[in-house]
Structures are given as structure tokens and as C-alpha cells.
């Protein structure tokens, strides 16, 4: 089976665990504002290679994948664009040599579509980029749901997934989007970490070699503190959404946990200590 990649990266360290064969695939539905690889838009460009061509290259590094614990990570561009060509490759992998396979993708596809590649994926890497829908528009060209959906299957599969968020100052970082990506992860099965990634500008030759436009220019790098800031709304999404789902009763005015929502119904908050709370406390239906 033949398929159109972009580039292959032989010694990758961060899309996955160890050291990882890293394959960009040609071709992509979204353009993000931020991509650092445009040049991996167009599905009618890129070199054309068989899965043998790829398998042929991996073997000469086999040692280092095994040794470190790595493996294959096919990316892009959007890898699922060419879900036959990565099945074949990953059954491939996994049957000559036993490697670990990685799908990282915006998730910007249908279930069905993905469901032979990922019984031979062993983990994906998901890409949230933005949780409110207009803003997720304006910032890849198209809206969220469809990807929310991925998710929310890979969830259901129980499939391992490393969820990933590029911080944009202006952009991705508005508190309540960051909440609201803590609660809708914090609902997920199968999510083995959290990565918040700093946006960068390292693409933004490739935009001016292409002719285009950067749409971000003049946006910053986040701070460290700004990075922080981030995890910090992330984790009170990812909190509210554990304690609802352990069914305890929260302070309406001051957010402080209080008491299983079966046992207690009526209670004066702890913390803030205003009796009115009392009836303003939210009780979980479950
Ligand atoms: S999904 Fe990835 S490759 Fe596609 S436009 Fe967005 S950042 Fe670029």
C-alpha cells in the first residue's frame, strides 16, 4: 500500500514514551493558525512511499526504539487522512518486531473511519486545541464537535490517550476555556497525562516560504507563570467535574467541598460560614 508522508524523523523524544520513529504524513483538513508545518497541508504534495519503504527505514534503528522503550509515532499533517496506509504500517510493526505505535492526531475524524487503526494503536496523542466552538473556528478553520466526539469514542474504547494543549497568550488561555477543557478531560477514561505545550514560533519561516500570512504574529511566548496559570484553571475544570462525579455537595459562594450529597442535605459551609448557604448549596442528583 502506498501512502504520501512529508518528512520522517528517526530519533523523536517527544511524542511518546523513549525513543520513536517519528513519520509525518502529508495532508491536513484543519489550518491551524499556529502550525508549525503548513507545508503538511496539501494532500496533493509530499513524496509517495510503500509501508515496505518505511518499515526498510525503521529497521536500520530498531535497537534504540526497543532499548528506550519507544517505538513508532506516526503524525502530520493529519495521520487519519491516511488510516489504511498507518493500519497497515502499525499491524506491521507490531507483528515483525513487537513496537510500540502512537497515533497523534488532531482527532479531526470520524470513529467508524478509525476503528481497524486503532486496535493496532497502542496510544494516542490528541490535540485539544480550544474547547469554545467560534474560537476553535477562528483559530483551525473549522469547529470542534467532530473532535469532541473522537474523544469522547477513544473514551469509551478505553484507549490510552496523552492529551496535549498548546498555551497561546490571547488565544487558548481564557480562564473558562481552560476550565472547561479540565472538566471535559476530567470526564475522559483512558487519559494518561496532560501536557500543556508552550506555543512557540518556530514554523513561522515556513508560512513566509509558502507566501502566507502568519496570522499570529506579534503573539508572544507564555511566561512560565503563564504556563502555571494555565495547569491551575485545567486542574479546578478537572476537580469540579471529580468531585460531581463522587457526588459531593459544593458552596455556592465560596466553592469549598462539603459532605456526600446523599447524606447531607441542609449544611452551613465551613468555610465561609454564611447560614444562607445552606439553601444555596447544589445537590447532586445521582
Ligand atoms: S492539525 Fe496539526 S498539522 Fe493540521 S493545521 Fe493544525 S497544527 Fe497543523
Known amino acids: ?55 526498510s527505514e525503521i529497521e536500520k534503528y530498531l535497537p534504540y526504539y526497543r532499548r528506550s522503550g519507544g517505538g513508532i509515532t506516526v503524525t502530520g499533517g493529519e495521520p487519519t487522512l491516511q488510516a489504511g496506509f498507518v493500519t497497515q504500517l502499525f ?44 474560537k476553535h473556528e477562528m483559530l483551525t478553520s473549522r469547529g470542534n464537535d467532530r473532535i469532541l466526539k473522537f474523544a469522547a469514542s477513544l473514551s469509551e474504547w478505553n484507549k490510552p490517550m496523552w492529551i496535549r494543549h498548546v498555551v497561546i497568550p490571547g488565544v487558548t ?58 495547569y491551575r484553571f485545567i486542574e479546578e475544570g478537572r476537580a469540579a467535574v471529580e468531585r460531581e462525579r463522587e457526588n459531593i455537595i459544593t458552596c455556592r459562594d465560596c466553592g469549598q467541598a462539603s459532605g456526600q450529597a446523599n447524606t447531607v442535605k441542609h449544611w452551613i459551609c465551613e468555610d465561609c460560614k454564611v447560614n444562607e448557604h445552606t439553601i444555596a448549596v447544589k445537590i447532586s442528583s445521582k
Open 1 to 55: 500500500m502506498k501512502g504520501r508522508i512529508h518528512s520522517i524523523d528517526t530519533f523523536g523524544t517527544v511524542d511518546g514514551p523513549g525513543i520513536r520513529f517519528v513519520l509525518f504524513m502529508q495532508g491536513c483538513a484543519l489550518q491551524c493558525q499556529f502550525c508549525h508545518n503548513p507545508d503538511t497541508w496539501d494532500t496533493g504534495t509530499g513524496k509517495v512511499v510503500t509501508v515496505e519503504d518505511i518499515l
Open 91 to 134: 499491524s506491521e510493526c507490531k507483528r515483525r518486531w513487537g513496537l510500540h505505535t502512537t497515533l497523534d492526531s488532531s482527532g479531526f475524524c470520524e470513529p467508524d473511519h478509525v476503528k481497524a487503526l486503532m486496535e493496532v494503536t497502542d496510544l494516542v496523542l490528541l490535540d485539544l486545541k480550544q474547547m469554545n466552538p467560534e
Open 173 to 230: 488561555d481564557d480562564s473558562n476555556d481552560l476550565r472547561a477543557l479540565g472538566a471535559f478531560v476530567g470526564g475522559l477514561q483512558g487519559v494518561e497525562k496532560l501536557e500543556l505545550l508552550a506555543y512557540h514560533r518556530m514554523g513561522v519561516f515556513k508560512w513566509q516560504q509558502l507566501g502566507r500570512e502568519y496570522p499570529l504574529d506579534g503573539v508572544p511566548t507564555p511566561t512560565e507563570q503563564e504556563m502555571k496559570r494555565a
